[in-house]
């Protein structure tokens, strides 16, 4: 029988299985006689017949589930034990099922480990020597279809394990079926089994990055009362930092473990801000009051105890691409000033949030690979030290074993290299039990063999995913609380790693550009994303301009670009879009709040008059160091101020509007067209300019006074005409009665003024001169130097002040 296990397909069977097939192996030897008489052409055949039923049973067989193994890295005097489920996924039923364990060869390089993870369920693979019958579980029957649990616990005494290393741990179903009526391997799956039951010569000094990594939630819109009421795009935070988010568990999860903590600041300033009073945008654009202000208190409580005299990383603001900076946005002015700006920022983020001053000199790119664009990036911001992966920066010299973390890169920059099979072992879907257990028994493994590499002590990094889901995060507790409680690790910070010595023999060169991954090529932001934030950003350098509070808009929308530009939004091409578009068209709409008050036509009825032209301000705070200028497009019919153009500096307080005069002056009659601009203090142009025409007129209200006046003189002079000729008759009438003339009566009859109107008229048509009294005329003066304004109704047009 202990031969028999060592050969594929078979393994020892418990006593009263073995007096059973016994009877039966005595009542077939006729069979077996005649069997032998079957020519060898026959028997290939035969044996040939038996291989492809056996693939296919194992294309159709059991499958075998390792939910648990515990515990994961056993010493002397613990008991073993491993459960799971076996499913019958074929359509006959297996009978005679059993399930057993098989300890496997010793695993004695990293390599033998990646080979036995990619094959775990192949039944046609080595499966070790079965341990003793007495540690098995059997089932007379496994329907099709159902799922059947087994639980085993073996002393690992009886494991016969031998000399420390990683053992492969086989869990194995052997039955058989109607079609295949005899005993066969139906199922199988693989896992690791780490064996330090002594503490280690020397311990392997490990770094596990803790990330507090999340996507951008808060818009760039703020309230606009005083304390600037932050908006969130939706409920998401909530959710994940509340009891049972993935937030929330890797907080929970992490206060009991020693780890370095790397935290997005922006996460911690949405948290922040949602301790008081916020607002939430529904679907429809419509904001609510946001309800979480408890969750978001206890979160950050939490998280302050968790982080209580550990080791805190801060990333920039938002935790900025790098890779796609350096590939497709450093031709665009004010990139990299982003990212300084991003990373100015951090402390004053963190330390009053935490309580903790963080580390602010690491970078870490996307899946930490680098060429030298991405590092010339990444030191632009201040950082020195550079978290990449052994994928990334990997070995040419030949070394046998995994070298430490630190490497001097060049420009005094450290690379600090995390190990790419440990950082990658809690990707991919683990909300299944088996799928959980089998990452963490090789995160193990693989960490037990390079620690039996060589004799050396060494520093390694894992660096996980940036946002690992909540079972991700479970296993990665799980197997680091394994670790910390083995013989063959200790924790270290992050720090310490990187000022550690380098290893001599390890890799220095960064890679090329053209070595960088194709795969990660094609999720970074495009060109168009860079040159969207520049534009962007230079709207919000033109507005700022002409604030008397910028802080109120350049600390949001600062923000709102570091958050533009995250790597969060790889693979979300359609939402990093939405963001961005909605940050620029509501700064649009903000710098739109200053703005001129569209003219009609205007009216100016003679030769000088003032137009007024009105800015208005619908901000909360007051606008300035802004110029308004008014030009004439026709300078020779209309001057302003004497000239083509004026222009007048404007002050304009919150919430209100300012109108502004101007002084013109005509030189001919008609229609010119006059332009407004607002101006910053640079001579740059703000906001949209207002185009209305000028209609020059001749007869003014002055004009019509004049010719006023001029009729009344005529009045007045016709009258005293007519006094005079009166009083002269009638002194001519008295010389001729005293004379006796007949004549004079007649004369003083026609004098005595019977038609005084006709006298008026005659008057008014002589030219100018009594010929009886010799007074000099009145005329009137009808060329006016301005014309009289009109009293018509204007239309769609203005009158102007004068």
């Given at each position: ?5 060592d050969?594929q397909?078979t393994?020892?069977s ?6 059973r ?5 005595l009542?077939s030897?006729p069979?077996l006689?005649g069997?032998?008489q ?9 044996q040939?017949q038996?291989?492809?039923a056996?693939?296919?049973?194992a ?5 075998v589930?390792?939910?648990s193994l515990?515990p994961?890295a056993?010493?002397?005097?613990d ?9 019958n996924?074929?359509?006959?039923a297996v ?5 057993d364990?098989?300890?496997?060869p010793?695993?004695?390089t ?5 080979a036995v993870a990619?094959?775990s369920?192949?039944p ?8 003793d019958?007495?540690?098995?579980e ?6 099709p ?10 002393p690992?005494?009886?494991?016969d394990l031998?000399?420390d290393?990683v053992y492969?741990l086989?869990?194995?179903?052997s039955?058989q079926?109607?079609?295949q009526p005899?005993e066969?391997?139906l199922?199988?799956?693989?896992t690791f089994?780490?064996w330090?039951p002594d503490?280690?010569g020397?311990r392997?000094?490990t770094?596990f990055?803790w990330p ?8 760039a819109?703020?309230g606009?009362?005083?304390q ?17 988010g993935r937030l929330?568990?890797?907080?929970t ?5 020693d ?8 996460l ?5 801000a949602?301790?008081?009073?916020y607002?939430?945008r529904?679907?429809d654009?419509t904001?609510?009051?946001g309800?979480?202000?408890?969750v978001?208190?206890?979160?950050l409580a ?6 209580a005299d550990?080791e ?5 603001f938002?935790d900025?691409?790098?890779?796609s900076l ?6 665009f002015t004010?990139s ?5 700006e ?5 402390t004053?983020t963190?330390?009053?949030i935490l ?8 970078a870490?790119?996307v ?8 590092v ?6 201040g950082?020195d030290k550079i978290i ?5 920066l990997e070995?040419?010299?030949g070394?046998?074993?995994t070298?430490s973390a630190?490497?001097p890169i060049?420009?005094?920059t450290t ?5 790419a099979?440990?950082?990658?072992a809690?990707?991919g ?28 002590q ?15 995060a479970?296993?990665m ?11 063959w690790?200790e ?10 010595k380098p290893?001599p023999g ?5 890679p ?8 990660l090529?094609k ?5 168009t994303?860079f040159?969207?934030?520049a534009r962007?950003q230079d709207?919000i350098d033109h507005f700022?301009?002409?604030l ?9 929308f600062?923000?709102?670009m570091?958050r ?8 979300r091409?359609?939402?990093a879009?939405?963001?961005r578009?909605?940050v ?8 739109g709040?200053v703005r ?5 036509e205007?009216?100016?009825?003679g030769?000088s008059?003032?137009?007024?032209v ?6 909360v705070?007051?606008a300035?160091h ?8 026709n ?5 302003i101020g004497?000239?083509a153009y ?5 002050s304009?307080?919150g ?8 002084t013109t002056s005509?030189?001919?009659n ?7 601009q ?5 001579g740059?142009?703000?906001g ?9 007129t ?5 004009v019509?006074?004049?010719i006023g006046g001029?009729v009344?003189l ?6 005293r ?5 009166k ?7 008295a ?11 007649d ?8 038609n005084?109107?006709?006298a008026?008229?005659?008057l008014?048509k002589?030219?100018?001169?009594d010929?009886r009294?010799g007074d000099?005329g009145?005329?009137s003066?009808p060329g ?9 109704p204007s239309?769609?047009?203005e009158?102007?002040?004068?």
């Amino acid at each position: 029988m202990a031969e028999a296990a060592d050969f594929q397909g078979t393994h020892p069977s418990p006593a009263r299985r073995w007096v059973r097939r016994t009877v039966a192996l005595l009542a077939s030897a006729p069979l077996l006689a005649g069997l032998a008489q079957v020519p060898a052409s026959g028997a290939a055949q035969a044996q040939t017949q038996t291989g492809a039923a056996t693939a296919a049973a194992a294309s159709d067989g059991v499958s075998v589930a390792v939910d648990s193994l515990s515990p994961a890295a056993p010493t002397d005097g613990d008991t073993v034990t491993v459960s799971g489920t076996v499913t019958n996924n074929g359509k006959q039923a297996v009978t005679d099922a059993q399930v057993d364990l098989r300890v496997g060869p010793q695993l004695d390089t990293r390599s033998s480990i990646d080979a036995v993870a990619r094959n775990s369920d192949d039944p046609q693979g080595s499966l070790g020597t079965a341990v003793d019958d007495k540690y098995t579980e059997e089932f007379p029957k496994l329907t099709p279809g159902v799922a059947e649990h087994f639980t085993l616990s073996v002393p690992v005494d009886a494991l016969d394990l031998g000399q420390d290393g990683v053992y492969q741990l086989a869990v194995a179903l052997s039955g058989q079926t109607s079609a295949q009526p005899w005993e066969q391997i139906l199922g199988v799956e693989r896992t690791f089994l780490p064996w330090q039951p002594d503490e280690a010569g020397t311990r392997t000094k490990t770094t596990f990055l803790w990330p507090l990594i999340s996507t951008s939630h808060m818009a760039a819109e703020t309230g606009s009362n005083e304390q600037q009421t932050p908006v969130f795009l939706n409920e998401d935070l909530a959710k994940e930092i509340s009891p049972g988010g993935r937030l929330n568990q890797m907080v929970t999860l992490g206060k009991d473990l020693d780890v370095t903590w790397v935290v997005d600041p922006d996460l911690l300033a949405s948290v922040d801000a949602m301790t008081r009073t916020y607002e939430v945008r529904g679907e429809d654009g419509t904001t609510t009051a946001g309800k979480h202000q408890a969750v978001a208190k206890q979160w950050l409580a939490d998280l302050q105890k968790a982080v209580a005299d550990k080791e805190v990383v801060a990333l920039p603001f938002a935790d900025p691409d790098l890779a796609s900076l350096a590939h497709n946005g450093t031709d665009f002015t004010g990139s990299l000033s982003q990212l300084k700006e991003a990373t100015d920022v951090v402390t004053n983020t963190v330390e009053p949030i935490l309580h903790v001053k963080p580390t602010t000199d690491f970078a870490w790119p996307v899946e930490g690979a680098v060429d030298p664009s991405i590092v010339k990036v990444a030191t632009s911001a201040g950082a020195d030290k550079i978290i990449t992966r052994s994928d990334s920066l990997e070995e040419t010299g030949g070394l046998s074993y995994t070298p430490s973390a630190a490497r001097p890169i060049g420009g005094g920059t450290t690379a600090v290299v995390a190990d790419a099979r440990l950082s990658t072992a809690f990707e991919g879907d683990l909300t299944k039990a088996s799928t959980s257990t089998a990452a963490v028994q090789q995160f193990l493994a693989q960490s037990l063999s390079l620690d039996l590499q060589t004799g050396k002590q060494r520093s390694v990094v894992v660096a996980p995913q940036r946002m690992p889901t909540g079972s991700q995060a479970r296993a990665m507790a799980e197997a680091l609380t394994a670790l910390q409680g083995g013989d063959w690790s200790e924790s270290q910070d992050l720090a310490d790693t990187a000022s550690a010595k380098p290893d001599p023999g390890a890799t220095t060169k960064v890679p090329s550009r053209s070595a960088y991954p194709s795969s990660l090529r094609k999720q970074e932001l495009p060109h168009t994303v860079f040159e969207q934030l520049a534009r962007t950003q230079d709207k919000i350098d033109h507005f700022k301009a002409v604030l008397s509070d910028r802080s109120r808009v350049v600390t949001p929308f600062g923000r709102a670009m570091n958050r533009g530009m995250s790597t969060s939004w790889r693979d979300r091409a359609a939402q990093a879009q939405t963001f961005r578009n909605g940050v620029e068209t509501y700064l649009d709409g903000l710098t739109g709040q200053v703005r001129l008050i569209d003219k009609s036509e205007t009216k100016l009825s003679g030769r000088s008059a003032t137009i007024p032209v009105t800015v208005q301000n619908n901000l909360v705070q007051d606008a300035d160091h802004l110029v308004l200028r008014l030009t004439s497009t026709n300078p020779t019919r209309l001057e302003i101020g004497g000239d083509a153009y004026q222009e007048q500096p404007v002050s304009v307080s919150g919430g209100h509007s300012q109108s502004v005069k101007f002084t013109t002056s005509a030189n001919a009659n008609g229609r010119a067209t006059v332009i407004a601009q607002l101006y910053t203090a640079d001579g740059r142009k703000y906001g949209e300019p207002v185009t209305f025409d000028v209609k020059v007129t001749e007869i003014t209200a002055t004009v019509m006074l004049v010719i006023g006046g001029g009729v009344l003189l005529l009045v007045l002079a016709g009258y005293r005409m007519y006094q005079q000729r009166k009083r002269a008759a009638a002194r001519a009438a008295a010389e001729e009665e005293q004379d006796g003339g007949e004549t004079g009566a007649d004369g003083a009859e026609s004098g005595t003024g019977e038609n005084p109107d006709g006298a008026a008229d005659r008057l008014t048509k002589d030219s100018g001169t009594d010929s009886r009294t010799g007074d000099p005329g009145q005329p009137s003066d009808p060329g006016a130097d301005t014309a009289a304004e009109s009293a018509d109704p204007s239309g769609t047009g203005e009158r102007v002040d004068r």
